[in-house]
């Protein structure tokens, strides 16, 4: 599963968007889920309790993508992720499949061909 959170740190008038947007990810038929735009910082990750969840921040609120397990028995090995807060690659470990390498990018809007 693929979801942009359009930030999950900008929360005045929902303050509990992290939490429904996490229960949303828990209740799809998804075994994990690739997260962007989550723009949070290593202090101010409301998820960063989320046991296997990988995560690639930036030092300040933009940016920002998550990898996390949905499914029980979902986990992940071998993850990179980049210090820019733009991609994870990991490997996908379930006992439904096999080993299952990923990558998610999360773009810039601008410029994308200097990024690619």
Known sequence: MLANTNSLHKTQMFPDKPRRFLQHLLN?????????????TLDSNPWKLIHRAVFSSICHKQRGCALIPTKRGVTFSNACTDPEGRWIVATVHANHFPPLCVCGIYAPNLKQDEFI
């Open 28 to 40: 799809a038929n998804a075994d994990f889920a690739f997260v962007t735009e989550t723009h949070f």
